[in-house]
């Protein structure tokens, strides 16, 4: 059985984070385990509360994972300052990881924002270059690239940008980073694009309509 680690915060209702993370690593045939950077009050409807986990306590629970059970792949979700970045990126890059999925969580679907802005930068030149793959959607796309994303035509344009950026300063011993734009920001129906060795690919879909992910307000407490 194949072993994957999700290092994210945790979802009280269990619709993303880790909880969606063990759910879907499981659902497919996959050993799950977890690091928990942080912990938050949330439901379908919003954000209420964020506590983050201690810098020791996430470097210890890192620790007991690579020294165990070590993980075929790693996917990579919360983390909401640079120093917990710092700590994971150092992790990582101690223990050899491999199979690195970045999934850059900067604002929830329901507004909510998960990121210090000065982890921003931080995320960018150390934590992407780790990663074989790396999910932003629309406005964390806009974030990295620096660009407004309006139509397909601009995830292609963005996520191409990344990539070579990303790319062109990885060291050559390192696999190259793929970039998956995603869509559902009524950016289209619900199309992808996934750009791979410079080529760009639209995976299409379709958009499901759910009440359920409207702009809320939290309180700043990250």
């Known amino acids: 059985m194949y072993t994957a680690l999700s290092i994210a915060g945790s979802d009280s209702s269990g619709g993303a984070g880790i909880q969606a993370d063990i759910k879907t690593m499981t659902a497919n045939g996959v050993y799950a385990m977890t690091v928990i950077t942080s912990l938050t009050a949330q439901n379908t409807t919003g954000v209420t509360d964020i506590y983050n986990a201690s810098l020791n306590n996430i470097s210890a629970q890192l620790d007991a994972v690579f020294t165990d059970i070590f993980p075929d792949a790693v996917k990579t979700g919360m983390l909401p300052n640079k120093d917990i970045m710092n700590v994971v990126a150092g992790k990582l890059r101690e223990y050899k990881a491999k199979n690195i999925v970045i999934d850059p969580v900067m604002v929830a679907t329901s507004g909510a924002v998960l990121m210090e802005r000065d982890a921003v930068d931080f995320l960018i030149k150390e934590m992407l270059p780790l990663a074989r793959v790396i999910t932003p959607n629309i406005p964390e796309a ?37 970039v998956l734009v995603k869509g559902g920001h009524s950016i289209n129906d619900a199309n992808d694009v996934l750009i791979c060795d410079g080529v760009p690919v639209v995976l299409k879909g379709r958009r499901i309509d759910n009440p359920n992910t409207f702009q809320s307000e939290m309180p700043r407490n990250i």
Not at 155 to 176: V, W
């Open 142 to 178: 806009e974030l990295i690239s620096g660009m407004k994303i309006e139509n397909e035509e601009d995830m292609i344009t963005a996520g191409l940008k990344i990539f070579n950026d990303i790319n062109r300063t990885k060291d050559k011993n390192i696999s190259g980073t793929a």
